[in-house]
């Protein structure tokens, strides 16, 4: 031993670091049975063997999506329930077979995956210099690198440079503007295929800091906007909020690269985010839910849909109201099946009878197929004919024609494949009408309606046979003096059509008023098992009875736990009236304002909150069509025997039409929660119910009105916002609390009451980043004084609401 301490230390070091590597040697020689975090020369990976992360918190291997009977070598989360994969290495070419296929370092320092003939499928081909001596490591934040074993601090290979589809904390997307190589998301092509898709997001060329979303690497159709400093234009982020779910973006472009990446506010924060470029072609964020066993959508652009490019493929169509967005018009079918079953709608659609054009056009039985209310797609040959007919025959003596439409430009013909038809509704100025030319078998032909008129001569036969059976019926029920047995009559979708005269038997003939609303009074009542049942008998309403019906149809099929559900309708002349469930605890603001009811709790109070922002998140970004409520309030949240609350009224304006100025007559009462875009006239959006659900807020911490007598203050938000602003939120608390309260909680909910009554609406949060902040998923910054406010705080001797809708519009 002193011999070899006498040895210069150069010496020793060599000696070292031989006897480092001969313990390596020795270690991969064995196969890969324990768990570890790397794989070293001579040790291959192979059938169901994995290597995982220090930490636990990602694997690799082979993995199978789906129900595909194709193997990849992959990266996906360990820790989470469900498989989500973040990397792909051979997303082009996969294997058949795992026992035989083996992932290793070759003799040149590449990671290699071979199959069961030993052939190449997939390598790192690093562009750097590579060692003998290399090792692959898996590391926490999910990238696979490879490292030299003399110098751990060389990395010649990382899967973080070549990302497939996902976008993790760590990572980056952007330029190498030395190897001049780009860090793109690129679409899986289905669920079941990670091979490359049409879709990927990639940095500006150019050099600015503008990331695209592209379609085949040709069609630019979304822009994140540029770099801020803070955050991009295009992408939903607040500054002052900072709601982008539990991570920081950030842009760097310095030497060696320009990118965007993120990172983890708090590194021992459990929570876990990600995004994805989708195979339906959308950006997408997700969040981890524990609770849920599942991701959750925190933001996806583009927001629509049908802005996607070519999403449908050649002549789909798109329908943002349809539950399967892409479809087929008459006369077309999906050119693969199997391909549109996995959401994959590219390869578009197909005539069901080829059209064979010869030389003689006119021995073509081809016809036109009318398709109304559509958008019109872009590239179309713009012709001189005058006249509707001239237009087709026009089409129809080309054989590359496909589709004409005629309107106040011309004549417009497209040849070849139709991209990006969509579906619009009467009442949109966009829509017009095209013709697709189709085989004449295909076309709706003189036998359908011949057809069409025997079933509705069945079907009047059969009805009238009813109609007689129905009237012995009703006639045996009137004598037995028990009508509202007839509620099981024909109902709107899920809903039952009641007659007036079985709500009025029901209610007594409307003699227990529950309350007064905004749209009229709501009576008590019982129906025939016993259940009891709220009904709002409406007033004003000024629709027909086919709007009036729609409308109702399409609120009956909202359903969420935080929205009262609507059991029926009930639509006989001018009398309009809607039939709820009964909520057992009546509504917040009695439960709120009232000293002879029980104290909510802190705790109820929060739930509530979390609660009617759960209800309204859903109206605004989970529905069909965006419902804006238009009056929330206390008055307007019921509440369940669990104090679970509903939100009611939702959509009520909708069915009173979009009469603004008639719906703003009727909310004068309460006026303290109408946002300034009321006063001022501008359009409604959204925002609107985010700014009465911010007042709404002062009234459940304080337990009082904001519009408070004995206060030396005309309007109790315009203080409170002050307080808040200066960290001072207890004085805000409902005195008969005692102090009871989670103080991060309260933190959070005066922060956000006061965030959601900023002046401009753009400054306001929406109310799904509402709800990821009260779920502690995002974070929300001490909010500035909205300026309407400020001014009213300043001036307490003006207590008239003449000065507050003033100070509201000039806002």
Not at 7 to 16: M, W
Not at 292 to 306: Q, Y
Request: glycine share 6%; aromatic share 10%; charged share 20%.
């Amino acid at each position: 031993m002193a011999s070899l301490l006498a040895l210069p230390l150069s010496c020793n070091l060599f000696s070292l670091l031989r006897m480092v590597f001969f313990m390596v040697f020795v270690s991969a020689n064995a196969p890969l049975s324990a768990p570890t975090d790397t794989i070293y020369p001579g040790q291959s990976l192979t059938g169901s063997q994995t290597i995982i992360s220090k930490e636990g918190n990602f694997e690799l291997g082979f993995f199978s999506p789906g129900k595909s009977s194709n193997f990849y070598i992959g990266i996906w989360y360990r820790k989470i329930s469900k498989q989500t994969v973040i990397w792909v290495a051979n997303r082009e070419k996969p294997v058949l077979n795992t026992s035989s296929a083996e992932l290793k370092l070759s003799d040149d320092g590449h990671l290699v995956l071979l199959d069961n003939f030993k052939n190449f499928i997939w390598s790192s081909n690093s562009t750097r210099q590579t060692s003998n001596y290399t090792s692959a490591v898996l590391l926490d934040n999910g990238n696979l690198i490879l490292r030299d074993l003399s110098n751990n601090s060389t990395v010649t290979w990382q899967s973080f440079d070549h990302p497939t589809d996902t976008f993790v904390p760590g990572s980056w997307i952007g330029m190498n503007k030395i190897t001049g190589e780009y860090q793109t998301l690129t679409s899986w092509k289905n669920s079941e295929d990670p091979s490359p898709g049409y879709f990927s997001e990639t940095i500006d060329p150019s050099g600015t800091s503008e990331f695209f979303i592209e379609w085949n690497k040709t069609i630019k159709y979304w822009r994140s906007g540029l770099w801020t400093g803070h955050y991009f234009a295009a992408v939903p982020i607040l500054p002052e909020m900072k709601p982008h779910t539990i991570v920081t973006v950030a842009y760097i472009d310095n030497k060696e690269r320009r990118y965007t990446t993120c990172f983890y506010r708090d590194p021992s924060s459990s929570k876990i985010t990600r995004q994805v470029m989708d195979v339906a072609g959308q950006i997408k964020q997700f969040v981890w839910m524990d609770d849920l066993k599942d991701w959750a959508l925190f933001f996806s652009r583009p927001s629509l849909k049908c802005d996607i490019y070519f999403l449908c493929g050649p002549f789909g169509v798109c329908d943002e109201k349809s539950s399967l967005v892409c479809g087929c018009a008459h006369g077309f079918q999906p050119a693969s099946l199997r391909d549109w079953q996995l959401n994959d709608w590219s390869s578009g659609c197909e005539r069901k009878t080829k059209l064979h054009c010869s030389g003689n056009i006119s021995d073509e039985k081809v016809g036109f197929l009318k398709m109304p209310n559509t958008l019109l797609p872009s590239n179309y040959l713009h012709l001189s004919a005058y006249k509707l007919e001239d237009c087709r025959s026009a089409c129809l003596s080309s054989c590359s024609c496909s589709a004409y439409a005629y309107n106040g430009s011309g004549c417009l013909t497209w040849n070849g494949e139709l991209r990006n038809l969509q579906q619009l509704y009467d009442g949109d100025d966009s829509a017009q009408t095209i013709y697709v030319r189709l085989a004449d078998s295909d076309l709706p032909s003189s036998s359908d309606d011949n057809k069409r008129s025997i079933i509705i001569i069945c079907i009047a036969v059969v009805s009238g046979v009813g109609a007689v059976l129905c009237a012995l019926l009703c006639l045996a029920l009137r004598c037995r003096r028990k009508m509202f047995i007839i509620i099981k009559k024909e109902g709107e979708g899920p809903l039952i059509r009641f007659t007036y005269a079985e709500l009025q038997y029901m209610t007594k003939n409307f003699s227990e008023k529950l309350g007064v609303g905004g749209f009229g009074s709501v009576f008590k009542g019982t129906l025939p098992d016993s259940n009891t049942i709220a009904v709002k008998r409406l007033e004003g309403v000024q629709q027909g009875e086919k709007q009036f019906r729609t409308e109702v149809s399409t609120l009956g099929f909202i359903q969420h736990i935080n929205l009262i559900n609507l059991r029926g309708f009930c639509s006989e002349g001018n009398s309009k009236l809607l039939v709820y469930d009964f909520m057992q605890n009546g509504s917040l603001d009695s439960r709120l304002f009232n000293e002879n009811c029980e104290v909510l709790s802190w705790r109820t109070r929060y739930e509530i909150i979390q609660g009617i922002a759960r209800g309204l998140a859903y109206l605004h970004e989970n529905c069909r069509e965006c419902i804006v409520h238009c009056d929330i309030k206390p008055e307007n949240i019921l509440l369940d025997e669990k104090n679970c609350p509903k939100l009611a009224d939702f959509g009520m304006a909708k069915l009173i039409g979009k009469d603004f100025s008639r719906v703003l007559t009727t909310m004068r009462g309460t006026i303290g929660y109408l946002a300034p875009e009321w006063i001022s006239g501008l359009p409604i959006t959204p925002k609107a119910d985010v700014y009465s659900f911010g007042m709404m807020l002062f009234e459940i911490i304080s337990g009082r009105r904001n519009r408070i007598p004995e206060f030396d203050f005309t309007f109790f938000p315009a203080w409170a916002a002050s307080k808040i602003s200066q960290g001072e939120v207890l004085v805000l608390l409902d005195e008969r609390l005692k102090g009871d309260v989670a103080i991060e909680e309260l933190v959070i909910v005066s922060r956000i009451a006061t965030w959601c009554i900023q002046d401009s609406e753009s400054h306001r949060p929406s109310m799904g980043q509402i709800v990821l902040i009260l779920e502690n998923i995002a974070e929300v910054n001490v909010p500035p004084v909205p300026g309407s406010l400020k001014e009213l705080a300043e001036n307490k001797d003006l207590e008239s609401d003449v000065y507050y809708s003033a100070t509201l519009s000039s806002s």
